[in-house]
């Protein structure tokens, strides 16, 4: 079993930065292939990143080149570093850990993008 928990949500203007973490804990962090993913009110749950194993990563094209992925397998964390955000970001960010057939979901974080 594994606990995954985000922090960093906040509101923010349009053009501002913010950067979310998640911290998971109860297994091994490094063999979890990490992801953020995000829900706007009534809309479908989103990928906006992932990350693997080995440190490939993804986006969703609508962030690319404004958001970056990081993990740190020291400190079981994996960062969403959020740059020149859009009220269009405007969601519940949700931290994702998987592993083959496992998959555990966070709480949620909320980032409010707006003036």
């Known amino acids: 079993q594994v606990q995954v928990v985000e922090s960093g949500g906040d509101l923010v203007q349009p053009g501002g930065s913010l950067r979310l973490s998640c911290v998971a804990s109860?297994?091994?962090?490094?063999?979890?292939?990490m992801g953020w993913y995000r829900q706007a009110p009534g809309k479908q749950r989103e990928l906006v990143a992932v990350?693997?194993?080995?440190?490939?990563?993804n986006y969703a094209d609508s962030v690319k080149g404004r958001f970056t992925i990081s993990r740190d397998n020291a400190k079981n964390t994996v960062y969403l570093q959020m740059n020149s955000l859009k009220p269009e970001d405007t969601a519940v960010y949700y931290c994702?850990?998987?592993?083959?057939?496992?998959?555990?979901w966070g709480q949620g974080t909320q980032v409010t993008v707006s003036s």
């Open positions: 109860g297994s091994i962090f490094s063999i979890y292939t």
């Open positions: 994702n850990a998987k592993r083959k057939v496992l998959e555990y």
């Open positions: 990350i693997t194993t080995g440190g490939i990563t």
